[in-house]
């Protein structure tokens, strides 16, 4: 007597539906992500013992050495560019090692083009 052997059918699985569910994760983080504006140098922030949340001005850097770059316009340019459209509102990303003295000249000329609020982007300081 023959037995007969007949091969089985293996239903495939569709990979759709999980590429659906892929593209909607993917579109729901982009969509809730916060993007973090890169430095254009390294900066060391100061510390401070309170803290506000950011907001979205725009941000005038300021390295140890002096360098100021706004909108990717750095120093003369930099100045130009505020002498032209001069913010309300600005905030100062500040590296720490940057002389007071020198911060507190720099605000003085923004105060003179019309700068309103100058805000200064500082690390919270830890609590014990």
Known sequence: MRIFVYPRIVAKESIIP????????LIF????SSFIIPDPFEIEKPYADSSNKITREERLYISKTGKIVIANL????AWLYLEKKTPKKLLLVTDGRFPAKNLLDISEKLKELGVIEINL???QRNKK
């Open 18 to 25: 999980m590429v659906n569910v892929i593209f909607i994760l």
């Open 29 to 32: 983080f982009l969509m809730t």
């Open 74 to 77: 750095d120093n003369e340019d």
């Open 121 to 123: 982007l500082t690390n």
